[in-house]
């Protein structure tokens, strides 16, 4: 190390940039992350996220705290299940007891296992990353929006799809992937709901046809969340007249792009607890690469944002910040650790984009499922239902 570390700044406390904290502090390296979100509860941190063996727990490992995840981890989270729009069960895919390959945690647990680990104050919330103003050595200056600067010999950009860090690496922008989700849930589903809860199973179900997906997946608690997916203007519901708002006539518009389907499937739709949330997919170009900078790096979203259709995003994210910070650790100068990362980085970040790709491509075909239980039986070895 050298006598005087770098000082590094990480933008964003997603899993990225909180895993590449982590190893670098648990390794002795002085690190800051700041966040735009006022605090770590500010926002429910959304659905759960299957940790690969390969990828997000190899990260797990690396941040020590891998033993933490098990004990939050629901193995049986790893069932799979592939249905028609009639609900026949075209494939099953049930983990046997041992099996730890791609065990379930909620990203909340997942956060605060993460932040838990980190040294008090780490984490700067509230921050809002303006600007960065190369300063011609390396070094940037960061301006927040609150107008205070700071300046750091690394940033790292883990600030996700519309990082602040990334325009001054490259000129991608993320542009709409073609196909929307619009998000609903059950609470207490097993009691409240149980024949949705008994459909959708202990793990993902995704439910295909003609272009159109019903996905739910279990949470802890009994929580079902549900993506209702389908192609079209990323205005569907205003070019539909529909207020985004109006939870009665976004059912009744998402009720009509599904009509036809089995009655089991659209309590998906009929029955959630609470509201609608309209989250329109994007991606970044494939691949998405840029020429090394002196003081600058990029991880997660930020580098590669690609549809959830990979599930790998989280997985990528941290397994690109623990390397990064293993890079840091392992070499006397910081520029020849980011481009040993960054080496590594870009190939694989545009193997799994394509890899996302297909899978959008297969469960929103026009001769969907066949595609997603081609995938799925091939992933399983052939022995799907
Ligand atoms: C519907 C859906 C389902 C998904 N399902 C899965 C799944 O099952 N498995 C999986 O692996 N992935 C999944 N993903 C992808 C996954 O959510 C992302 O890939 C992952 O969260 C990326 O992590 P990250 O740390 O790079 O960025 P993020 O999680 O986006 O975190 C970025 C952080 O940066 C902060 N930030 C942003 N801008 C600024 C700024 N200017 N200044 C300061 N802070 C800033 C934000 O507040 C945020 O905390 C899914 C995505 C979606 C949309």
Not at 145 to 167: C, M, N, Q, Y
């Amino acid at each position: 190390m050298n006598p005087t570390p770098p000082r590094i700044a990480i933008i964003g406390a997603g899993p990225g940039g909180l895993t590449c904290a982590r190893v670098l502090q648990r390794h002795g390296v002085p690190v800051t992350v700041v966040d735009h979100e006022a605090s770590a509860d500010a926002r429910p941190q959304g659905g759960t996220l299957d940790l690969h063996r390969a990828t997000g727990q190899v990260a797990l490992l690396a941040a020590g705290l891998h033993d933490e995840f098990t004990a939050l981890a629901r193995p049986e989270g790893q069932q799979m299940r592939l249905l028609d729009h009639t609900a026949a069960v075209l494939f099953q895919h049930t983990p046997a007891d041992a099996e730890t390959d791609r065990p379930e945690i909620d990203r909340g647990q997942l956060r605060r296992l993460l932040l838990h680990s980190l040294a008090p104050g780490t984490v700067r919330w509230g921050h809002f990353l303006r600007t960065l103003h190369p300063l011609g050595d390396g070094r940037h200056r960061a301006e927040f929006d609150d107008g205070h600067t700071e300046t750091f010999d690394l940033v790292i950009g883990a600030d996700g799809a519309w990082s602040r860090v990334r325009p001054l690496l490259s000129d991608a922008t993320p542009h709409y992937s073609g196909v929307t989700f619009v998000e609903c849930g059950f609470d207490d589903a097993d009691a409240r709901h149980p024949d949705v809860a008994r459909l959708v199973g202990d793990g993902t179900m995704l439910a295909s046809f003609a272009g159109r997906a019903l996905i739910a997946q279990r949470n802890s608690h009994g929580h079902l969340r549900v993506y209702a997916a389908f192609r079209g203007s990323q205005d569907w519901a205003l070019e539909a007249g529909v207020q985004l708002t109006d939870v009665e006539a976004v059912r009744s518009a998402l009720l009509d792009r599904f009509a036809g389907w089995d009655d089991r499937l659209l309590a998906l739709l009929r029955e959630n607890d609470g509201g609608f949330v309209n989250r329109p997919l994007f991606a970044l170009p494939v691949p998405h690469t840029w020429n090394h900078t002196l003081g600058l790096t990029l991880l997660g979203d930020a580098a590669h944002l690609m549809t959830p259709f990979s599930g790998m995003g989280a997985n990528l994210a941290m397994l690109d910040g623990a390397e990064l910070a293993e890079a840091l650790v392992g070499h006397d100068d910081a520029d020849e650790a980011v481009r040993v990362y960054e080496a590594a980085l870009l190939p694989r970040s545009a193997e799994a984009a394509e890899a996302a790709a297909r899978g959008l491509a297969n469960a929103l075909a026009p001769d969907a499922p066949q595609g997603s239980l081609r995938h799925l039986r091939r992933m399983a070895g052939g022995d799907g239902a």
